[in-house]
């Protein structure tokens, strides 16, 4: 299997295997086990690129990437994106996908997930910088805090707690953003900003505590489904091949792209018609449970997607209705396997 602990062996290795490495492009993909990641390595392994996932399995899984580590053009590395690294050989493509992303994880260690942000931003762009590579930063529509506008375009600053539970993902996500321009402005880095509105699908973590994890996870088990609130604040929900699309039409793009772009799906919804969708496609018999809404928990986002449809002709196509088909069987097909009986319609 093609697992390496450091990023210089990695791609040493790519090129002692690969006969045909000079025409092809090396992508780094930070985060790679996890839910977006893995499926992004997947499709750069698939396009013929050397790809090198990086990662340091804290809520990366390396199930994601089981089926890749064989793969002559595929490289896993365990590695830590808060320490730095240095490599060799060119690399053409950075994504930076590497920061917990659910609250329930990223405030385990608020620091930890603070410096993630941070100093992964500082060292993968540093990295971009000596080789001349372009990058992709993932960002986050956490970005706009809880909004006081809607849908939110890129213009908009926010408006965002830095004082409280969930500030070490979104300051250091708005960070990161401040590096990415700094390092455009000073040292002409070809960089490109993703804010990723919410996202799901195949590979999610049935226990990363996000609300599509939770709701089909509960529905599936027959558990009660938790709604935190009244159940009417909002939310917009992408399809993961759609995000992924935006992902890499963004990278692709000939255009001179200084702004960062929204990456989301439009479609809003309540928690409360999320909860019923999930309970009609599972025909489970688990009931609605109201608990206070967290601190800070915002009670509305909706991405507009002007800037990309127009820059990209980029926009998602694939609706709720049909995007939770697969990702509930995928959870379905998980909990099964570990042994959890689930509802008769999955």
């Not at 000079?22 to 698939?46: E, I, N, Y």
């Not at 926010?158 to 402005?185: I, M, Q, W």
């Not at 692709?252 to 019923?276: C, H, K, Q, W, Y």
């Amino acid at each position: 299997m093609n697992i390496d602990t450091s990023l210089s062996a990695a791609l040493a290795a790519r090129r002692t295997n690969s006969k045909t490495s000079d025409l092809r492009r090396t992508v780094l993909v930070t985060g790679g086990a996890g839910f977006l990641g893995s499926q992004l390595c997947d499709r750069h392994v698939a396009l013929g690129d050397e790809v090198i996932c990086v990662d340091n399995l804290e809520t990366g899984r390396l199930q994601n990437i089981a089926h890749l580590l064989d793969r002559p053009n595929f490289r896993f590395v365990r590695h830590d994106v808060v320490d730095a690294f240095d490599v060799d050989e060119p690399i053409h493509l950075i994504y930076n996908l590497a920061c917990p992303a659910s609250p329930e994880k990223y405030q385990i260690d608020p620091i930890r997930t603070f410096k993630t942000s941070v100093y992964g931003a500082m060292n993968l762009l540093e990295l971009a910088r000596q080789k001349e590579a372009q990058i992709l930063q993932a960002s986050t529509s956490e970005i706009y805090g809880d909004p006081l506008v809607s849908p939110q375009p890129e213009s908009y600053w926010g408006n965002v707690n830095s004082f409280g539970p969930r500030s070490c993902y979104d300051e250091g996500k708005r960070a990161a953003e401040t590096l990415f321009h700094d390092f455009r402005e000073r040292h002409g880095v070809r960089t490109r900003i993703a804010r990723i509105f919410n996202t799901y699908g195949p590979r999610m973590d049935p226990r990363d505590g996000r609300v599509v994890s939770n709701f089909v996870t509960q529905a599936l088990r027959g558990d009660d489904i938790t709604i935190y609130g009244d159940g009417q604040q909002t939310r917009s929900f992408c399809y993961v091949d759609d995000l992924l699309d935006g992902l890499m039409a963004l990278m692709a793009s000939p255009a001179d792209i200084r702004t960062p772009v929204n990456i989301g799906n439009p479609g809003e919804f309540t928690m409360r018609e999320l909860a019923d969708i999930v309970l009609r496609k599972t025909r489970s018999v688990s009931r609605m449970v109201f608990k206070p809404l967290p601190k800070d928990d915002p009670r509305q986002r909706r991405p507009d997607i002007r800037l990309a449809r127009e820059l990209l002709d980029w926009s998602p196509k694939i609706a709720l209705n049909d995007g939770l088909d697969p990702t509930i069987a995928y959870f379905a097909a998980e909990l099964r396997s570990n042994g959890v009986r689930v509802a008769a319609g999955a």
